[in-house]
């Protein structure tokens, strides 16, 4: 692939146009090799799609090490602890049949040690927590989005591994509440209504990714549309709704997840306090390290005031490292005291997603 390329902001008008500028062969849609070229480019850069387009967010200083599946996350500490961390919230619930357990992406990601209250508030009240750590929302904007990605991403490696060693089974979906505060998980049907309601109301409000509704302070607006689409299409499906939230859905063998924990503990040596500790260790020293390539990527572009991004010039600067920091440790941090902000949440916590 010729990565060189590529440029930060640039649109590709199709896959065909991409495979012209990396100077690689297409492939049809269904062919495996498309996959594999998709998941090539992910080691070099960052990139989402809008309908046929593609668009290159970020290039990578340096490419990513090529993942063997076969091997995900076996000898990797992070993932071990985020492993363990998981069976040990799960632990604490046996389920019966036909039953499964649901988690909303914030509340796991908090139960797991990655992130903390803060992080809600951060995530909701931008402006408010930019204000209260003296920094500019650019920040928040800049912390959010890649803690947003790679707390999501990790987990979802870590499950990835234990549903291939047959410990759990794993859905991701949505949930929903009713005005008797019962917890509903979506079916199929469900499932695919919520996502309807969430695409039509995207497009009415002229959003196209979903972590923008955040960072455009219009999260409460775009929930309030979604439940009233809801209740109008498909009031049979979802009676009396009150709210729904995006949700881990687990389902396993309680004495089977016990002997994979076992195993854990005897022959890898982890415990509750150590996998607890060590993933803050580890978590944090990670994301000093993504503060750390942005900044040095973002020089080895043109002078700083020069380019026209932003988000560039903000990761050029000489404060960005001080600032990325600062936020990173108070959404990450378990023992950072509470930031106070000039406005309450009111919202229920465990309806905030985190997109991904």
């Not at 602890?81 to 039953?99: A, C, D, M, V």
């Not at 002078?303 to 990761?315: H, V």
């Not at 990173?328 to 916590?349: C, G, R």
């Amino acid at each position: 692939m010729k990565i060189e390329n590529l440029k930060e902001g640039q649109v590709l008008k199709n896959y065909k146009e991409l495979c012209e500028v990396l100077g690689i062969k297409p492939t049809s849609k269904a062919n495996n090799s498309r996959i594999a070229q998709f998941k090539e480019l992910e080691r070099y850069c960052k990139y989402h799609k809008e309908g046929h387009k593609i668009i290159i967010d970020e290039i990578y200083s340096k490419e990513l090490e090529k993942v063997d599946n076969r091997k995900l996350g076996n000898n990797n500490e992070q993932a071990k602890f985020i492993r363990y961390l998981l069976l040990n919230q799960l632990s604490g619930h046996p389920l019966e049949k036909h039953e499964v357990i649901g988690f909303s992406k914030g509340l796991l990601l908090r139960k797991l040690n990655l992130l903390n209250d803060n992080y809600i508030t951060a995530k909701v009240k931008r402006e408010q927590y930019a204000m209260a750590l003296e920094v500019n929302k650019i920040a928040i904007d800049e912390c959010i989005e890649y803690i947003d990605n790679r707390s999501t991403n990790a987990v979802k490696r870590a499950i990835s591994v234990l549903v291939s060693q047959k410990v759990l089974g794993y859905k991701w979906s949505y949930s929903w509440v009713d005005h008797k505060r019962i917890h509903h998980h979506a079916d199929v049907f469900e499932h695919n209504a919520i996502m309807e309601a969430e695409f039509e109301v995207m497009e009415q409000m002229k959003i196209r990714h979903k972590g923008k509704i955040f960072e455009f302070g219009r999260w409460n607006e775009f929930k309030s549309r979604v439940k009233k689409y809801l209740l109008e299409e498909y009031s049979t499906l979802f009676p009396m709704l009150d709210y729904y939230y995006a949700s881990f859905h687990f389902h396993y063998n309680i004495e089977q997840l016990q002997r994979h924990m076992r195993y854990m503990e005897q022959k890898q040596g982890v415990t509750y306090e150590i996998a607890r500790e060590g993933i803050q260790t580890l978590w944090s020293k990670s994301l000093d390290t993504t503060i750390d390539n942005y900044n040095k990527n973002a020089n080895k572009q043109v002078p700083f005031g020069i380019c026209p991004n932003e988000k560039i010039n903000y990761r050029k600067s000489e404060i960005y490292k001080t600032e990325q920091v600062k936020v990173k440790n108070s959404i990450v941090k378990q023992d950072y005291p509470k930031v106070e902000i000039s406005e309450q949440i009111t919202m229920n916590l465990d309806q905030i997603e985190i997109p991904f």
